[in-house]
């Protein structure tokens, strides 16, 4: 069974503040997505990858990047924190089971920004 | 690009009566629909998906309907649960290869 780890759970963090969220999954999937959402809300993607050094912005990717140097690994990393980057943020694999093709989500970072 | 729209924001029923949700999306070339149900403080899982080639897709309580022609999909949830309580995304996609553009969401909310 696949599985996407995330870390941390929880964050504050002083505006300024250079900050990276790591994303790790277990089973060699491709592609990978990063998204923030605001709790109940829109999903917003931020950044995706479609395998080992290739990375994509969506449509919220100003002011953080993304690396996959190793399939399992996808880190987004927030230059200078804002208050307003507050929200959580979620990684997910895409797999394929049958005909289906799922979007399979990591438990989130929740992150504060003071 | 593809646009995908999603209604109503919020949805109130009685337990035991009947919910449905629809989305409308712009792109001809779409052909997969997830919808995506998400629990207060969880993460997104898939419930259930369709493909174009397919009218509709049942699942126990749950079922999705697809026209093609006027570009819509339908979520509907019979004999509603409180556990069925969360927040409903759909999505369409013209593939694996491609992302998954999302609506905004719905409330479910289901009074006892």
């Known amino acids: 069974e696949a599985d996407i780890y995330q870390t941390p759970r929880y964050l504050v963090i002083g505006t300024g503040k250079k900050i990276t969220l790591e994303c790790s999954q277990t089973?060699?999937?491709?592609?990978m997505y990063w998204y923030q959402q605001d709790p109940g809300m829109e999903l917003h993607l931020i950044h995706y990858?479609?395998?080992?050094?290739?990375?994509e912005k969506g449509d919220l990717s100003s002011e953080s990047t993304v690396s996959r140097i190793r399939t399992e690994h996808f880190p987004l990393t927030l230059e200078s924190a804002r208050p307003s980057h507050t929200s959580q943020y979620l990684c997910?694999?895409?797999?394929?089971?049958?005909?289906?093709?799922?979007?399979?989500f990591g438990p989130g970072t929740r992150l504060t920004v003071t | 690009g593809e646009n995908v729209e999603q209604h109503p924001s919020t949805l109130s029923v009685q337990e035991g009566d009947s919910a449905v949700i629809k989305c409308t999306y712009s792109?001809?070339?779409?052909?997969?629909f997830p919808w995506y149900k998400q629990e207060l403080g969880k993460r997104p899982q898939l419930i259930i998906d369709?493909?174009?080639n397919v009218g509709e897709k049942k699942d126990q309580r749950i079922a999705v309907t697809l026209n093609k022609t006027a570009k819509h999909f339908s979520l509907h949830i019979t004999e509603t649960q409180p556990e069925d309580s969360a927040v409903y995304f759909c999505?369409?996609?013209?593939?694996?290869?491609?992302?998954?553009?999302w609506g905004a969401g719905t409330k479910l909310i289901i009074k006892p």
């Open positions: 997910a694999v895409g797999r394929r089971d049958g005909n289906s093709y799922e979007q399979y």
């Open positions: 089973m060699g999937h491709d592609k």
């Open positions: 990858s479609y395998g080992v050094n290739s990375t």
């Open positions: 792109d001809s070339a779409s052909n997969y």
């Open positions: 369709i493909r174009s």
């Open positions: 999505a369409a996609s013209m593939g694996s290869n491609y992302q998954l553009i």
